[in-house]
């Protein structure tokens, strides 16, 4: 990659530089090049402070109840239960009258066989997806663990 001040190697090797986990070669060719590029040394200082205020900003956490996004109360417990099993059984429902309706239309039957394979496998693909879920709720070992 070549640059107006004659670069001709990645500005990833100025970070590498940066870091010092360049190869000896490498360090040799960035620091030589910063020797004479004012441009690069101007942007290696900005990698330098850039680096030093991101390793020296603290940041607070958040206290412990804030961390789980879980329904506390059992009311809240039941209604989140219960609006996932209505909304289960309402994409089931919304489904079969799709599949009842596009098929006894007057669709070509290659057609109605296409959709309804497409239906047919994006739902055998969410079914895979959920039951994999509920097996790694039921058997997490950390699932209880908070922060």
Request: aromatic share 8%; hydrophobic share 40%; glycine share 8%.
């Amino acid at each position: 990659m070549s640059t107006d001040c004659g670069r001709t190697f990645d500005e990833v090797l100025l970070t590498g530089y940066l870091d010092g986990v360049l190869t000896q070669a490498d360090d040799q060719r960035v620091r030589l090049h910063l020797e004479e590029c004012a441009d690069c040394r101007r942007l290696m200082d900005e990698m330098r402070e850039t680096r030093e205020a991101t390793m020296t900003t603290r940041f607070e956490l958040p206290a412990d109840d804030q961390w789980n996004e879980a329904p506390r109360g059992l009311a809240s417990r039941l209604s989140y239960g219960l609006g996932w099993i209505l909304l289960s059984i309402w994409a089931v429902g919304m489904l079969g009258l799709l599949v009842g309706h596009l098929w006894s239309d007057a669709m070509p039957l290659t057609e109605k066989l296409l959709l309804f394979g497409g239906l047919s496998g994006a739902a055998l693909l969410f079914l895979s997806v959920l039951i994999d879920r509920l097996e790694t709720m039921r058997n997490d070992p950390y699932r209880k663990v908070e922060k």
